[in-house]
């Protein structure tokens, strides 16, 4: 039991801000790591297929649907792995979700038929499935939802890190280690990129605790101070062997539930779908040269991360989410209006892009944090987890549909589509938030540091 001296020493502003400093700096960094392998383990492969198209007798279309198959295998299996992850902690589930998929990542180096492709592109989705819902479930556990944005905006910043690191190192990888020791770039690409999730995986199962309970490098008083400020559903919510089919039943009864599910659907969806073709579009800006392609895409990711700090820290000021998400939309979609507008023009195309990132980047924060907060402790295993499939199955359509209109010579119907799902994912936000408590978020909350002051 800590002595009432100390919690009197820790209590206050400063004193809670320095536990709860104390804590990211211990697990936010190495998610932060594991995270940015993850999403460029899913980008990649639009910088691998320029080359891959080369040297393998691939269709476009077979890319797309490589792509796609990904995020099936993703869809299937982000419940289990969530819920298992409330078995067995934290570390054993992010050793085999990473151990596997950076083996199956580098074995992408490998492929020479379209099935062989296929089958190691759903098997990485299957294996990677419940990192990101399992990563935000893990950060509930260390941060009260009034804390609890600022957790998840910067774990969720290492998918713009990774997304401007991407393009560089994809293009470096591509021309200068093309035929080295007998290997194609493409194929470097996959083992350069795939290989470090098994370590990260390795170093992810010595270094995080499973829970506060668990941390030794928090004391006694500092670990009370934090239960006290953690949500008390979580002390009362039922052991997890009992609690999962029963919170996965009530959620299926939430109407408002499915709104947000084709929400996330159609936002991830379009997201994934820019991200997987921006290297192609960018082609058609003329631009050629794989690292010059690369150099020109950390622009937009630039403007992401802009867009996320700026968009995100205004909203936790003004304690809004609805209309700034709204908002998100509208900026990406006139981005994307920008770039058809520029008819390939390379400068104007970089800006409409770059606005569009701007926008897009920061929704995706946003809808997360409105996730955690509507989700009762009970049910967060499997809501995250479900939400997070249905964007993913989003992600697996929509690359798909739209490197068919590409395919058959119709860009601008491809930015068509994606303009109107980013202004469609936007409506359904603010059908889904009306219908929520409080109407213009989630849940009212407090500053994070207003219980100590008063």
């Known amino acids: 039991m800590a002595r009432p001296g100390n919690l009197v020493h820790l209590r206050g502003a400063a004193g809670m801000g320095a536990i709860y400093r104390k804590v990211g700096w211990h697990l936010l960094p190495l998610l932060m790591l594991c995270h940015l392998v993850a ?18 007798p691939f269709a476009e279309p077979v890319y797309a649907w490589g792509a796609g198959l990904f995020f099936l295998g993703y869809f299937f299996f982000s419940v289990p792995s969530n819920l298992l992850l409330e078995r067995v902690g934290v570390r054993k589930t992010l050793l085999r979700i990473m151990l596997c998929w950076g083996l199956v990542a580098a074995a992408g180096a490998f492929v020479r038929t379209p099935l062989q492709f296929y089958v190691l592109r759903f098997a990485l989705g299957l294996f990677e499935a419940g990192f990101y819902p399992g990563a935000i479930l893990y950060l509930t556990y260390w941060f009260p939802a009034p804390r609890r944005g600022r957790a998840i905006a910067v774990f969720g910043s290492a998918v713009l890190v990774s997304g401007t690191l991407a393009g560089p190192l994809c293009g470096l990888i591509l021309r200068y280690l093309d035929q080295w020791h007998g290997l194609l770039g493409w194929q470097w690409l996959f083992l350069l990129q795939g290989l470090p999730a098994v370590l990260l995986g390795l170093l992810a199962w010595a270094w995080l605790p499973d829970r506060p309970d668990d941390a030794s490098w928090l004391s006694p008083a500092e670990l009370q101070l934090m239960q006290q400020e953690l949500d008390p559903d979580q002390a009362a919510a039922p052991p997890p062997g009992r609690a999962g ?39 058609g800006w003329g631009l050629r040269d794989p690292l010059q392609l690369g150099l020109y895409a950390v622009l937009p990711n630039l403007a992401g991360i802009a867009g996320m700090l700026l968009i995100c820290r205004h909203s936790d000021r003004q304690g809004e989410r609805r209309w700034h998400f709204a908002a998100c939309m509208l900026l990406a979609a006139g981005g994307l209006g920008l770039v058809l507008a520029a008819n390939n023009d390379l400068a104007r195309s970089l800006a409409g892009m770059s606005l569009a990132a701007f926008g897009a980047a920061a929704a995706a924060p946003l809808f997360t944090t409105i996730l955690t907060e509507y989700l009762a402790p009970t049910r967060a295993a499997a809501g995250l987890a479900l939400l997070s499939s249905c964007g993913i199955l989003g992600a697996a359509a929509s690359p798909a549909l739209a490197g068919l209109l590409r395919a058959h010579g119709q860009a601008g119907a491809m930015l068509h589509l994606l303009i109107g799902l980013y202004l469609l994912a936007g409506l359904l936000l603010l059908l889904a938030m009306r ?18 002051h008063s």
């Not at 936002?267 to 960018?282: E, I, K």
């Open 39 to 56: 999403y460029l383990d899913r980008v990649n492969l639009g910088f691998a297929q320029l080359q891959m198209k080369q040297t393998l």
């Open 435 to 452: 219908a929520m408590p409080g109407g213009h978020s989630a849940q009212r909350q407090e500053h994070p540091d207003s219980a100590a």
């Open 245 to 283: 089919r029963a919170a996965l039943a009530a959620l299926l009864r939430d109407r408002l539930l499915y709104l947000l599910a084709l929400a996330t659907f159609v936002l991830t969806g379009a997201s994934y779908a820019l991200v997987f073709w921006l290297p192609t579009l960018m082609q």
